[in-house]
């Protein structure tokens, strides 16, 4: 064989050689990275149990669902509270303008009755001199 043709196992060798050497690093490279996303992942595990815990009641007190059903409820109460407040409160304007309306019209009726009297006085004074004068005059 010719001296190229000797070289040419070499030359293959090398890069195979070469090539598996690449593969080595990236493959630690990898195992390295993978190691870091490991650790992220279970710190990540740990956060998400305790977040569980909060939500879900394992922590010593009530769970953050059964707190958010409390509230609800409450709010549901609240709500309802405040509609029967409105419909007492459209019952108490409702009494306030009767008594308003009430007051007006007793208002009215005293002016009236005065009136009457003020008009009153005047013909009862007019009765009262003409019978003293028919009196005085009928009697010598």
Known sequence: MTDGMQQIPTIVLEQLIKGLETTQDQLQKNSVQMAELRGEVKGLTKEVEKVNHILRGDNGSSSLLSRMTVIETVCTDVNSDVEKLKLQTKDMSAIESWVASQKAA????????????????PGILALISVLVTTFLVVTP
């Open 106 to 121: 007793n208002r009215v009726a005293i002016e009236g009755k005065w009136k009457l009297y003020a008009a009153a006085i």
